[in-house]
């Protein structure tokens, strides 16, 4: 079944608009290493950003949320769909458009250790995509590095220092300080807490959003925890198996999911009393194989609240208040 386009309600274009986005990966088999199937990591994704938003994405592990942020980037090809990006489908730009567009969508990555190089000084971290796109001297390079320093709470002294000479939540400082240094429109932030302490990921959360305010970012934020999706979020997305289960405003998702998988996942969020009354929902069971998913609603196999079209057919879009949508057959017709 084709996925549907979904159009947002807002009259203005959004920063960000993706439309029936595929990323397959193939799976190769023989000593001619035949395609025999594939990996349907992102299968069918639409939504849309406006400039100045947060989009949360969550979902469980290999639901095909770091792959759609590196599609978005055009790190990894897309197999089929749209990004229209301020205007312009990326997708289709060549290599001088697509060298541009590097400049205004940057990437905050999950790992402060390794996503940094251990034999440059940090002032070479963060100048160089700067140096990449032929901008400045290097003096000019040094001093917006110890700029951004400054900004994300270090001291502009440490350009001269190694990686291995700073805490963790010190090290993901310095990795958003890279991500600010060509001013981008769009920041996607993978997972920028979870190899954090806890005391230190609130830090990190807070820092992001005085930037947001003071730089007018957009952020997509990819993240487990969902006490920090409702935290971080204007929008939510919510993905299983490289697709789009429910898409809604942080505050209705949260105070009313409707598919059985946002119950689910919302349902798991630690309260710190344990006696008040929350929604009661459990998922039972492994998720199936994105090499080969199951049929019709790919939730069903291990949804308490299936009926027999579950397995038949595969759930459109329905609208239930505003822009709150969800794919599951409990609302459609």
């Known amino acids: 079944m084709e996925a549907k386009k979904f159009q947002s309600p807002n009259q203005r274009e959004p920063l960000l608009r993706v439309s029936n986005l595929v ?17 349907r990591a992102v299968d069918g994704v639409s939504f849309s ?5 947060t989009l949360g994405l969550v979902g469980e592990s290999g639901c095909g949320k770091t792959t759609l942020a ?36 940057q990437l905050i990555f999950q790992d402060p250790f390794s996503s940094l190089n251990p034999r440059m000084r940090v002032g070479k971290i963060i100048g160089e995509p ?21 900004i994300v709470g270090l001291q502009a002294t440490d350009v001269w220092r190694y990686p291995h000479e700073f805490s963790g939540g010190q090290r993901q400082r310095i990795g958003i300080a890279r991500s600010l240094v060509l001013n981008p429109k769009l920041i996607i ?8 302490d806890v005391s230190i990921q609130s830090q990190i959360l807070n820092l992001l959003d005085k930037l947001q305010k003071e730089f007018n970012l ?19 997305v919510v993905m299983y198996l490289g697709k789009v289960m429910e898409e809604a405003s942080s505050d209705q998702l949260f105070s009313s999911p409707k598919h059985p998988y946002t119950k689910a996942l919302v349902a798991a969020i630690p309260v710190p009393n344990p006696r008040s009354i929350g929604f ?28 027999e079209v579950c397995s038949k057919k595969e759930p459109g879009f329905t609208i239930i208040e505003g822009d709150h949508r969800v794919a599951c057959h409990l609302f459609g017709e």
């Open 130 to 150: 700067l140096s990449h796109h032929n901008i400045g001297t290097p003096r000019d390079r040094r001093k917006k590095a110890q700029e951004l320093l400054e």
């Open 70 to 105: 590196r599609v978005l980037l055009r790190l990894i090809p897309a197999t089929s769909g749209e990004i229209t990006f301020d205007g312009m489908n990326i997708l289709k730009a060549d290599g001088g458009q697509l060298r541009k567009h590097r400049r205004n969508m």
């Open 280 to 307: 009661e929902a459990t998922v039972e069971g492994d998720v199936p194989s994105p090499i080969n998913p199951p049929s019709g609603c790919s939730f069903h196999t291990r949804c308490s609240e299936v009926m």
């Open 23 to 39: 990323k397959y990966f193939p799976v190769k088999e023989g000593i001619f290493s035949k395609v025999v199937t594939h990996v």
């Open 189 to 196: 932030c993978d997972e920028p807490v979870s190899a954090l």
């Open 218 to 236: 957009t952020y997509i934020f990819i993240a487990h925890g969902l006490n920090v999706i409702r935290h971080m979020s204007d929008r939510v």
């Open 49 to 53: 950003l406006d400039k100045g938003q």
